[in-house]
């Protein structure tokens, strides 16, 4: 059944957009809930005269788009992850984890636009993802990815950095008394 679009339907279109759908879909989800309209002469003559409301909609989808792309491309992800000595990740980073790093930082990401080469990230380094936005547009954002040290490494760090601090002073008081 060919129908048009009342309001932005997720993996369908947007409102405007001309779509053949199947005739259940369209009499038990789409047309209680308002999303489309039938296509006839009626409802392609309402939706030319709003041709121009739907068109600055999308203009301004497309420029905050542009903002977002910016933004992202200016970000470098950094995550800290349980891995082993040799680097190897005990879980993995994936679309998900880094939808949720950018809820944190106030960017609204779908996990499905989050696109991670080889699907997910099993090691430390640094990688790239592509994060599709509007249309065609795309950010390429990169990812830096270290080792969380264990609470063992962690008190041994500690303990080090703590007897480096100790001696410190004592290098600085000997050096003043040599003066």
């Known amino acids: ?5 009342n309001d932005d339907v997720k993996h ?8 053949v759908v199947a005739d259940g879909y369209f009499r038990n989800y789409l047309f209680p809930r308002g ?3 039938p296509y006839n002469e009626t409802t392609v003559a309402f939706f030319e005269s709003k041709k121009a409301e739907i068109e600055a909609r999308k203009e301004q989808k497309r420029k905050d788009s542009a903002s977002l ?3 992202l491309e200016a970000l470098t992800v950094e995550l800290s992850m349980p891995a082993g ?4 990740l005990y879980g993995a980073v994936t679309n998900q984890t880094l939808s949720d790093y950018f809820k944190k930082e106030g960017f609204e990401v779908e996990r ?8 997910t990230i099993k090691s430390t380094g640094n990688y790239h993802a592509i994060v599709h936005l509007y249309e ?3 950010a390429e954002v990169k990812i830096a990815i270290k080792a969380q040290l264990s609470k063992e490494d962690q008190a041994k760090l500690d303990a080090a ?7 410190a002073p004592a290098a600085d008081e000997n050096a003043e008394e040599s003066k």
């Open 1 to 5: 059944m060919k129908v048009i679009l």
């Open 12 to 19: 369908l279109g947007e409102m405007g957009d001309v779509k």
């Open 35 to 37: 999303l489309v309209v």
């Open 69 to 71: 792309k910016e933004k």
């Open 85 to 88: 000595s040799n680097g190897k």
């Open 112 to 119: 499905k636009r989050i696109e991670i080469p080889g699907l």
């Open 136 to 138: 065609a547009q795309t």
């Open 161 to 167: 950095q703590s007897k480096d601090a100790e001696a």
